[in-house]
């Protein structure tokens, strides 16, 4: 059964839904939340306040923002809303602008929702099933689209399925030595950080790696205390921004769904 449709709230979808900007977008989300009864009022301030304090980060993806916030008491239930626009509006984010969908999270804690947020990481990196999830008009067609879509392999995962292969003979004096864990960031370590660690993680799955490697998804904070720790770490570039230098490389990725840019980016880093 999709772990989506089990925490999407009956009748906490819009799918025709009006928005000036990014606030009211997230705003509206958030009222299909609280009408639910699984999240309150704080809560859906809080979502418009995280992006104020930190950027556009929660667009990662084109044209899709997943908004979210810290586990409070405004939280009720763990549960999902589904928000997409008549309109686009702007996020403000460089690549992945303007955005027409929005998926509202609320968590009571930091584990309850994984499954689906790796669910949901692998089906809008399927282009068929974002169209699909484009043209639906009724509640019930989404979650039929939910239940039959994670079925389905994708064709980006057959892409990346190729071990990396180097010609080289030496390594460049600035490839990333092993520590054997990688870390993926965001404001909350909750949300944004636990898409790109589910596709990082199919990429090297793919290659074989996974084994070998820890993945780990934080928020700003810990990722600052914690970077010598890694490898490297993967995030938005508005939370890059507020990292700084943390003493080991920090990569941003564009699109958090997008397996051949993170195949791209662990070339890179790796030098393989």
């Not at 809303?81 to 998926?103: I, M, T």
């Not at 509202?104 to 169209?131: F, N, V």
């Not at 980006?156 to 030595?177: F, G, I, L, Y």
């Not at 990429?203 to 990722?223: C, R």
């Amino acid at each position: 059964m999709s772990t989506i449709n089990t925490l999407l709230a009956p009748g906490a979808v819009e799918l025709d839904g009006r928005a000036d900007d990014w606030r009211e977008a997230i705003r509206l989300a958030g009222r299909l939340l609280e009408r639910s009864g699984d999240a309150t009022r704080d809560y859906t301030d809080t979502m418009v306040q995280s992006v104020e304090d930190n950027g556009p980060y929660i667009v990662v993806a084109p044209g899709f923002a997943f908004a979210h916030a810290r586990p409070s008491e405004a939280v009720k239930r763990t549960a999902l809303s589904w928000v997409r626009l008549a309109q686009p509006v702007e996020f403000g984010h460089k690549s992945n602008d303007p955005v027409d969908l929005v998926v509202a999270l609320a968590a009571r804690d930091s584990s309850e929702h994984l499954a689906a947020m790796k669910e949901l990481a692998g089906l809008l990196g399927k282009p068929a099933t974002r169209s699909a999830l484009d043209s639906i008009s009724t509640e019930e067609e989404l979650r039929e689209v939910l239940r039959t879509a994670g079925k389905k392999k994708s064709a980006s995962t057959k892409q990346a399925a190729a071990a990396p292969r180097s010609s080289r003979t030496e390594k460049r004096s600035d490839s990333v030595p092993s520590k054997g864990k990688i870390l993926t960031v965001c404001g909350n370590g909750l949300g944004t950080s636990l898409f790109l660690k589910n596709t990082l993680e199919q990429v090297l799955d793919a290659w074989g790696w996974g084994p070998y490697l820890d993945v780990e998804a934080t928020d700003t904070i810990s990722a600052k205390g914690r970077a010598k720790e890694a490898d490297f770490l993967l995030t938005s570039g508005e939370i890059a921004a507020t990292l700084g230098d943390v003493g080991v490389p920090v990569h941003v990725i564009e699109d958090f769904t997008n397996m051949s840019e993170i195949d791209g980016a662990l070339r890179e880093l790796y030098d393989v």
